[in-house]
């Protein structure tokens, strides 16, 4: 299945792509991912995204679709995929068409995640994410048993650095400017699924999967 989340920052993608890549079996992309990767190893593209993601900016559509390509061109995705924050301009997606078009494939299902701002939040100001495997905590929703310490690996967590308040706000404006058509423009193509992204993690997983069933996956 090929498959794309969309929510805004915080929403939930992160956390319910883990769920929902493992059941379809495809790979977990995630653009926010890619691009924190590489600035932890200070490439050439982590600098250039850098100076977008810590003021709250969506990089570049070249930067991105170029990166996505490179992605999805690797032997892991030719069978399917799920894209976690990818794609979150009209550029983008209608790139995303003509790539999947030229392989002779398209994507299956958009599945929108829906949270209001206040709740988007909360979620933002209290994650934690392992320095060592990548899980996603929330000190108050989905807390370690032992502070600042991952359960599963033993590792550290840290604070992103993009979700301080004002960079969180920043982010919150690009997502209706720039994200939120999205919305139409899957609609109009009859890929669009919107579930309740609120309550307990395990409820929202459930309906996740849910949809997916209703249309094959
Ligand atoms: P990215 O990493 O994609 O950030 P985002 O879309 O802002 O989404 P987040 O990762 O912040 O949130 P999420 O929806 O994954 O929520 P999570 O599961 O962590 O992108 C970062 C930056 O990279 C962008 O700002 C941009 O600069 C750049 N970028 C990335 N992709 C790009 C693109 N395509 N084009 C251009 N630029 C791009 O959950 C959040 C918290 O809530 C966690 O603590 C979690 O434990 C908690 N939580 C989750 N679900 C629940 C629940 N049901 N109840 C209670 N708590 C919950």
Known sequence: MRLVLVGPPGAGKGTQAEFIAAHLAVPKISTGDIFRANV??????GVEAKRYMDAGKLVPDEVTINMVRDRLAEPDAAEGFLLDGFPRTTPQAAA????LADLGSGLDLVLELVVDDDEVIRRLSGRRTCRGCGK?????FDAPSQEGICD??????FQRDDDKAETIAERLREYADKTAPLVDYYGAQGKLVG????????DVTVRAIDALRSYGG
């Open 96 to 99: 995303l068409d003509k790539l």
């Open 40 to 45: 932890s190893q200070g490439t050439p593209l």
């Open 136 to 140: 996603i905590w929330h000190v108050e």
């Open 195 to 202: 579930i309740d992204a609120t309550g307990p993690v395990e």
């Open 152 to 157: 599963r690996c033993g590792a550290q967590l």
